[in-house]
T-cell receptor, first 115, second 115 residues
């Protein structure tokens, strides 16, 4: 039972344009969401997170939007750069401000940014 | 401050054998989680250790077991290896509770191949 879904396995974007990666979840108990980037032969690297008390969080070129009523979040990358080409994973958890517990991951979206 | 390190990076084992994977958590982190990532999938939660006690377990059989040591390093043991155990095994550590927004820091993973 996939509680976090990334329905687009791949996304191709031209350099300088916006990349939008989408994620849906089913468990209403999830209150903390994270995005990770993964290059081949490396572990996932944290990008940005958002708590359910917010609907937007920004960090440089990366912005995450959360729509709780739709159980949907998205990651915007502006402007996209060739170095952003990687697999992006959405993850969710029931955090409640205590020790970070089990993360539920989507299957990932392969982003390719071409010059 | 060192990151999360895992050993070995690659391993080939025969079906039926046993394997031990090791993880050194990031300095100051008292929570360690293990994930299995099969090809084309997102990481799947195996279990988590908090202050040397198991603190949650995913849908994995008992032949997957673990330990956390007083220095917060950890081991993942898998007995009676099966071909389907071939995957990337990821270790992640998290900081102490109650520090607001947080993340799990991942190691580079151990690629296990069972033949």
């Amino acid at each position: 039972d996939q509680q976090v879904k990334q329905n687009s396995p791949s996304l191709s974007v031209q350099e300088g344009r916006i990349s939008i990666l989408n994620c849906d979840y089913t468990n209403s108990m999830f209150d903390y969401f994270l995005w990770y980037k993964k290059y081949p032969a490396e572990g996932p690297t944290f990008l940005i997170s958002i708590s359910s008390i917010k609907d937007k969080n920004e960090d440089g070129r990366f912005t995450v939007f959360l729509n709780k009523s739709a159980k949907h979040l998205s990651l915007h990358i502006v402007p996209s750069q060739p170095g952003d080409s990687a697999v992006y994973f959405c993850a969710a958890t029931d955090y409640r401000g205590s020790t970070l517990g089990r993360l539920y991951f989507g299957r990932g979206t392969q982003l390719t940014v071409w010059p | 401050e060192t990151g999360v390190t895992q050993s070995p990076t690659h391993l080939i084992k025969t079906r039926g054998q046993q394997v031990t994977l090791r993880c050194s958590s990031q300095s100051g982190h008292n929570t360690v989680s293990w994930y299995q990532q099969a090809l084309g999938q997102g990481p799947q939660f195996i279990f988590q250790y908090y202050r040397e006690e198991e603190n949650g377990r995913g849908n994995f059989p008992p032949r997957f077991s673990g330990l956390q040591f007083p220095n917060y390093s950890s081991e993942l043991n898998v007995n009676a290896l099966e071909l389907d155990d071939s995957a990337l095994y990821l270790c992640a550590s998290s900081p102490v509770a109650g520090q607001g927004d947080t993340e799990a820091f991942f190691g580079q993973g151990t690629r296990l191949t069972v033949v």
